[in-house]
């Protein structure tokens, strides 16, 4: 069976990761528009929504919202590093939502909706915790409480069904729960010491 193709990008969702480029996972609430917001991005070569971070394996969109699963929503995205670097990602991801809510995005609440960021290399880990550090201090000074994003290593990535891929441009006036908190995150190397 041939896989269904982005579209957007025109490209099978399970088209293999060309050499030299990279990938990412990011939790950031309902993934219908974390998806749209990372296919507007420049230098991404690929989105796909999922499941990551639970317990259960292959589950379906039902079975994660009826609980006990432990899977976020979550988007995977192949990039360009040489057109987009990984800190751009990750400043993408902490203005586009609030990540101090816990097992919720603004009135979407369970455990699927927490903000997750999943690395696959030590340079990924180090920049997000980095970041996170970075972007913690200055929502303190917003006056937010800290964040409770989880940085963990990447594991199983479950793709969604079809008809939730890329679910924004099938309706474009589909439900979007995306919020940032308003309070700008700092593009910076996270990687290198300072």
């Not at 997000?128 to 913690?136: F, I, L």
Request: aromatic share 12%.
């Amino acid at each position: 069976m041939t896989a269904p193709l982005h579209r957007i990008y025109g490209r099978p969702l399970d088209a293999g990761m060309p050499k030299g480029f990279d990938q990412a996972i990011f939790g950031m609430g309902c993934y219908w528009g974390v998806e749209r917001l990372f296919w507007q991005q420049d230098g991404v070569w690929l989105t796909e929504v999922g499941f990551a971070g639970g317990t259960v394996p292959n589950p379906t969109y039902k079975q994660v919202c009826a609980g006990g699963t432990g899977q976020a929503e979550v988007v995977r995205l192949i990039y360009d590093s040489s057109r987009v670097s990984y800190e751009r990602l990750l400043q993408v991801f902490w203005e586009n939502h609030n990540p101090t809510q816990g097992n919720r995005q603004g009135n979407d609440i369970c455990d699927q909706y927490r903000s997750l960021i999943m690395y696959f290399n030590d340079s990924q880990r180090i920049a997000a915790e980095r970041s996170k550090v970075d972007y913690g201090n200055r929502l303190a000074v917003g006056g937010y409480p800290d964040i409770t994003t989880q940085i963990v290593a990447a594991g199983p990535f479950y793709p969604a069904e079809e008809d939730h891929q890329q679910y924004l441009d099938r309706y474009p006036d589909g439900y979007c729960g995306l919020r940032g908190t308003g309070i700008q995150a700092h593009l910076r190397d996270f990687a290198e010491d300072s």
